[in-house]
């Protein structure tokens, strides 16, 4: 089947412009997780979502950053007033289920932040 | 949190060889992960492995989850196995992945 899929491949934005960045999970998988990723870096942990509800945002750098989930799908992870040091991959990755499953990644989003 | 140490952060093969790649974590674990980064970024998953042995193909990895560490073995490497390859774990209470920094990996011809 489909693996986990992301929009935008590429986002190049000017500093203080608002972003958008798609994700669309496994078909069937309730629980979708956001990470990041800096050159050179592991990816890091933004925000967990077990069905519609964000169970964990703890990763979010700041207010600027914030993810839905509306229908408990499709997520959205937006950053308001972009900075430079926003530039890095966003992974989009999901889960049969939160916890002990294997999570799948998609390809990400390369951010750059002119 | 859960801190993830990969060794070595660096290897070069020679096409045909072995190689055995580490990872030590410092807590329990519910999930334990090894990807494979291809150059163009998309993490590969290899091996779901909270605990034991498992093998497909010239891969094989085994984690001893009571002595906190994993190992990923690669038996004749070939080219395409170059890249950089993670582990992550997630603690015992937790879901979201922790990564450690990586092994970056190239094979020669």
């Known amino acids: 089947g489909a693996g986990v899929s992301q929009t935008p491949s590429n986002k190049v934005t000017e500093k203080g412009k608002y972003v958008e960045l798609r994700c669309d999970p496994i078909?069937?998988?309730?629980?979708l997780y956001w990470y990041r990723q800096s050159l050179g870096q592991g990816p890091e942990f933004l925000i967990y979502?077990?069905?519609?509800?964000?169970?964990?945002d703890s990763g979010l750098p700041n207010d600027r950053f914030f993810a839905v989930r509306p229908e408990g799908s499709v997520s959205t992870l937006k950053i308001q007033r972009t900075e430079r040091g926003d530039s890095a991959v966003y992974l989009c990755?999901?889960?049969?289920?939160?916890?002990?499953?294997?999570?799948?990644f998609g390809p990400g989003t390369r951010l750059t932040v002119t | 949190g859960i801190q993830v140490e990969q060794s070595p952060p660096d290897l070069i093969l020679q096409e045909g060889a072995n190689s055995t790649l580490r990872c030590n974590f410092s807590?329990?674990?519910?999930?334990l992960q090894w990807f494979h980064q291809n150059p163009w970024g998309q993490l590969i998953n290899l091996f779901y492995?909270?605990?034991g042995t498992k093998q497909n193909g010239r891969l094989s990895a085994t984690t001893v989850a009571t002595e906190r560490y994993s190992l990923l073995y690669i038996s004749s490497s070939q080219t395409t196995d170059s890249g950089v390859y993670f582990c992550?774990?997630?603690?015992?209470?937790?879901?979201?992945?922790?990564f450690g920094k990586g092994t970056s990996l190239l094979v020669t011809p």
């Open positions: 990755a999901s889960s049969q289920a939160g916890g002990a499953y294997e999570q799948y």
């Open positions: 078909s069937g998988h309730t629980a």
């Open positions: 979502f077990q069905g519609t509800g964000a169970a964990d």
């Open positions: 807590d329990s674990v519910n999930n």
């Open positions: 492995i909270p605990s």
């Open positions: 992550a774990v997630d603690e015992y209470s937790g879901y979201a992945l922790n």
